[in-house]
């Protein structure tokens, strides 16, 4: 998970920690950060998605980046 993590964008990152470590809100997020409400949106849904092809491609043994 670590290594799938540190293959996200840095702010995509900031993102996620808020969201699931701090529970904070897409527009708490946005206020915070300086973003609109859709940008945090946006930027989690991708975020996620990318995580989930990661960790599936690394528990299915693939040694390649997904991306």
Same mark, same amino acid.
Do not use: W
């Given at each position: ?15 996620? =920690? ?8 897409? %527009?708490?997020?946005? !206020? $915070?950060?300086?973003? #609109?409400?859709? =940008? ?8 996620? %998605?990318?995580?989930? !092809? $990661?960790?599936?491609? #690394? ?9």
């Amino acid at each position: 998970l670590v290594k799938a993590i540190s293959q996200l964008n840095p702010v995509a990152v900031e993102m996620l =920690v808020l969201r699931y470590e701090h529970n904070y809100s897409d %527009a708490e997020i946005a !206020k $915070l950060i300086g973003k #609109s409400r859709g =940008v945090v949106a946006v930027t989690l849904y991708r975020a996620r %998605a990318r995580l989930k !092809k $990661l960790l599936t491609a #690394s528990s299915s043994g693939e040694n390649h980046e997904a991306k």
